[in-house]
């Protein structure tokens, strides 16, 4: 597997094609990742810049209960997943943004997404920060939060260079952090990416329901809005059943879509089908927005030293 080069190509698109893939998963890889790979070729005639796949593609959500036979499922960030990602990527000419259950060594795993370059080399990863311990979602059992500053040197929060653009790629949880979105924006990114798996609990009633999923929607437009950055979220969709029978399983509720960077949604999956979104993103905007609205301007960094404590009070 090549690596690609860590600079950002010159000719990069001002009009960019993107894409997000919304699916359901199983247990069964093989059967995932061909849904997976049916769908980023569903995008053949729209020739994407970049498509974007949803966190744990792969397999089904397996974190819905806690259990050590799962850590088989994991593999090396280079291993078949990845490539197999490789050769779709140079297929269709992409940047292809993938996850993976990465086994970086014994006992340590993380979720990790994985960027493609079009030559099906490896642009780069990122491993996810934030990780979440509910009833439902007990990641904390099976992955290691990524280094807040690698062995390299880079930090956690580094958007990835690639031919499209520089990428701010963060996972799911994160997707509820404005810092996590503000600190890749200050470094560059071009676009905020983010692989999803998130759903309801079938007991909440209709109306908790969507006050979940609407407010999930509407913080991940409001970092579109407060960096003036284009934002695209892919989520898995359908039911899938809690494996030791602890609950009724979790509603995956869809609803992918490709914001501008006001918020505006350009593409919208809905809350039940799998489906390709694509959209045509103009990347200018972001130049011309932050002229008129200057946050990064007006931020007041030398009040901000108490985001660094936990709580401010006792």
Same mark, same amino acid.
């Given at each position: 597997?090549?690596?690609?080069?860590?600079?950002?190509?010159?000719?990069?698109?001002?009009?960019?094609?993107?894409?997000?893939?919304?699916?359901?998963?199983?247990?069964?890889?093989?059967?995932?990742?061909?849904?997976?790979?049916?769908?980023?070729?569903?995008?053949?005639?729209?020739?994407?810049?970049?498509?974007?796949?949803?966190?744990?593609?792969?397999?089904?959500?397996?974190?819905?209960?806690?259990?050590?036979?799962?850590?088989?499922?994991?593999?090396?960030?280079?291993?078949?997943?990845?490539?197999?990602?490789?050769?779709?990527?140079?297929?269709?000419?992409?940047?292809?943004?993938?996850?993976?259950?990465?086994?970086?060594?014994?006992?340590?795993?993380?979720?990790?997404?994985?960027?493609?370059?079009?030559?099906?080399?490896?642009?780069?990863?990122?491993?996810?920060?934030?990780?979440?311990?509910?009833?439902?979602?007990?990641?904390? +059992?099976?992955? #290691?939060?990524?280094? &807040?500053?690698?062995?390299?040197?880079?930090?956690?929060?580094?958007?990835? *260079?690639? %031919? $499209?653009?520089?990428?701010?790629?963060?996972?799911?949880?994160?997707?509820?952090?404005?810092?996590?979105?503000?600190?890749?924006?200050?470094?560059?990114?071009?676009?905020?990416?983010?692989?999803?798996?998130?759903?309801?609990?079938?007991?909440?009633?209709?109306?908790?329901?969507?006050?979940?999923?609407?407010?999930?929607?509407?913080?991940?437009?409001?970092?579109?809005?407060?960096?003036?950055?284009?934002?695209?979220?892919?989520?898995?969709?359908?039911?899938?059943?809690?494996?030791?029978?602890?609950?009724?399983?979790?509603? +995956?509720?869809? #609803?992918?879509?490709? &914001?501008?960077?006001?918020?505006?949604?350009?593409?919208?999956?809905?809350? *039940?089908? %799998? $489906?390709?979104?694509?959209?045509?993103?103009?990347?200018?905007?972001?130049?011309?927005?932050?002229?008129?609205?200057?946050?990064?301007?007006?931020?007041?960094?030398?009040?901000?030293?108490?985001?660094?404590?936990?709580?401010?009070?006792?």
């Amino acid at each position: 597997m090549m690596i690609a080069s860590s600079q950002t190509a010159t000719n990069a698109p001002q009009l960019l094609r993107a894409a997000v893939i919304q699916q359901a998963g199983w247990p069964d890889k093989e059967k995932s990742l061909a849904e997976s790979e049916r769908l980023v070729r569903s995008l053949r005639a729209q020739k994407p810049d970049l498509v974007l796949l949803q966190e744990l593609h792969a397999t089904h959500y397996f974190c819905q209960t806690a259990d050590p036979a799962i850590f088989d499922l994991a593999e090396p960030l280079e291993g078949p997943t990845l490539q197999r990602l490789s050769a779709l990527a140079k297929e269709l000419n992409c940047v292809l943004v993938g996850s993976i259950f990465e086994k970086r060594a014994p006992g340590v795993f993380h979720n990790t997404a994985v960027v493609l370059e079009r030559d099906g080399s490896l642009a780069g990863f990122y491993r996810k920060m934030h990780i979440p311990d509910d009833p439902g979602f007990y990641e904390k +059992f099976y992955f #290691t939060p990524g280094d &807040a500053q690698r062995f390299d040197g880079i930090s956690g929060f580094t958007p990835i *260079s690639t %031919s $499209v653009g520089k990428l701010g790629v963060l996972v799911c949880w994160d997707q509820w952090y404005p810092e996590a979105a503000r600190l890749m924006a200050l470094a560059g990114a071009d676009l905020l990416l983010y692989p999803t798996a998130i759903g309801q609990d079938p007991r909440d009633t209709p109306d908790e329901q969507d006050r979940q999923r609407q407010a999930w929607c509407l913080i991940q437009r409001a970092h579109a809005v407060a960096n003036h950055l284009p934002v695209l979220v892919a989520n898995r969709v359908g039911h899938e059943a809690d494996p030791s029978g602890a609950s009724e399983g979790t509603d +995956f509720w869809g #609803t992918s879509f490709i &914001a501008g960077p006001q918020g505006e949604l350009l593409a919208e999956a809905n809350t *039940s089908q %799998s $489906v390709a979104l694509f959209a045509e993103i103009d990347l200018k905007r972001t130049e011309s927005l932050r002229r008129i609205w200057p946050y990064f301007r007006d931020r007041r960094t030398d009040a901000y030293g108490g985001l660094l404590h936990r709580f401010h009070s006792r």
